[in-house]
Structure formats: structure tokens, C-alpha cells
């Protein structure tokens, strides 16, 4: 490949979007849900949260299904776990609550300036219409939107990742990926031969040596600066 050739090549810059782009508050919006149930004799909420947490995270590693069912199952079994009483209601207002969540605060013009030199993409563990209201409130035009429901797959499968470089018909070398979620992006992306991968660490959380090579950054105001634009 010439010089001008590997100028010329596309780079796309890949998202997750819940808790990377979107902020995502999904803990504020069970809480509220469940307001009138949480005074259960005996009931441990911040227990109850993990729990919802992690069954989400292994609902996805499950069989495809879209993902308001995820919420669905995965928020009642945390309840019957705890002995809460579910309602179909509960699972339809998480649903309805995660169509409303926007952007943080530095995303869209941190978006804005990276599309001065990059394509822009999102990889999203959610279904279409979901997370078109997501980026309506981003207010940035996206050149490609990836959902697990187009892929069939959830992340941290790599079949959800192999299917949107595919579909954006670029090479993983091509892709520079950023994102939030450790488990579901920064594990599942370290051997697939990315360009370059960032962690948006909003949480301070403990990365690891094991899964470097990555940046870090505490959230997206200084992606366009590491990136060049």
C-alpha cells in the first residue's frame, strides 16, 4: 500500500452509546419505578441494583431477543430475587425511560469536532428505535448505527462487533473504538486488531494491564484533542 493510499484510507471512530455517549440512568429510573415497593421490610436496595446489573449482563450472553425483553426478564428476576412484587408495567417504564435518556454534557460537541476528520459510528446493545430517540437528543448526525438487534447478537460477542465493521465495510485496523463499558467493550475488543481503543473511565473505575493496549480518559471532552481533530 503507498503512502497516499494508507492517507486515504477511511477511519471511523466506533461508540458504544449507554453510559458512553447517553447517560445512561437506569438506576434513577427503577428506583422510580419502584418507589412504592422499596420499603420491603428487610430489603437491601443497593443489593437488589447489583443484582439487576449483572442479570442484565448475563441475559445478554444468552440467545438473541430484542432488548426490552432483556429489561423485562432480567429487572424481574432481580425483583422475585428479592422478593418484590413484578408488574409488566415496571419492565414498560424502563423501556420507555431508556427512549428518553440524552447525551452528556461535553458529547455533542466533542462528536462534532471528531466528524471534521473521522466517519462517526455507533455499536449499541440496544434495538433501532430506541436508539434513535437516543441520538435525536444527541443532535449529531451519525454515518453508521449498529444495534444488537440488526446483529442478532449482544456485546461482548464478537459476532455483534465482526457484523459492524462488516456492514461499515471497514477493516478493524480502520477502527478506533471508545467506549464506557468494560466488560462488554474494552474485554471483548482487545484481540480483534483495532487501530486503537479508548476508555472513557467516567466512574473511575480499575482497569488492567491485561487488556492494554487503551487510552483513558474521564470522559469525551479530550477525544478530539488525542485523536488529532
Known amino acids: 500500500m503507498t503512502t497516499s493510499e494508507v492517507e486515504n484510507m477511511r477511519q471511523v471512530v466506533t461508540f458504544d452509546a449507554y453510559g458512553t455517549l447517553v447517560d445512561f440512568e437506569l438506576v434513577p429510573a427503577t428506583l422510580k419505578t419502584l418507589r412504592d415497593r422499596l420499603d420491603l421490610d428487610g430489603l437491601d436496595v443497593d443489593k437488589f441494583i447489583d443484582n439487576f446489573r449483572v442479570m442484565r449482563f448475563q441475559a445478554v450472553l444468552e440467545a438473541y431477543r430484542p432488548y426490552d425483553e432483556v429489561l423485562h426478564s432480567s429487572l424481574e428476576k432481580a425483583m422475585r430475587l428479592h422478593g418484590l412484587e413484578f408488574r409488566t408495567s415496571d419492565g ?100 480483534l486488531g483495532l487501530a486503537r481503543r479508548v476508555w472513557i473511565n467516567r466512574f473511575g473505575r480499575r482497569g488492567s494491564t491485561a487488556y492494554q493496549p487503551y487510552d483513558e480518559l474521564s470522559d469525551l471532552s479530550g477525544l478530539p484533542a488525542l485523536l488529532g481533530c
Open 92 to 191: 414498560d417504564a424502563l423501556v420507555e425511560a431508556v427512549s428518553g435518556f440524552g447525551p452528556f454534557p461535553e458529547v455533542p460537541d466533542a462528536l462534532r469536532a471528531l466528524k471534521s476528520r473521522y466517519e462517526i459510528a455507533i455499536i449499541s446493545n440496544t434495538n433501532d428505535d430506541l436508539i434513535a430517540r437516543n441520538i435525536e437528543r444527541i443532535g449529531v448526525d451519525f454515518d453508521h448505527v449498529i444495534t444488537a438487534q440488526q446483529a442478532g447478537a449482544y456485546k461482548p460477542s464478537r459476532e455483534t462487533f465482526e457484523y459492524a465493521y462488516k456492514t461499515i465495510g471497514v477493516e478493524p485496523s480502520q477502527v478506533i473504538h471508545t467506549a464506557q463499558g468494560w466488560e462488554y467493550d474494552l474485554i471483548p475488543t482487545r484481540d
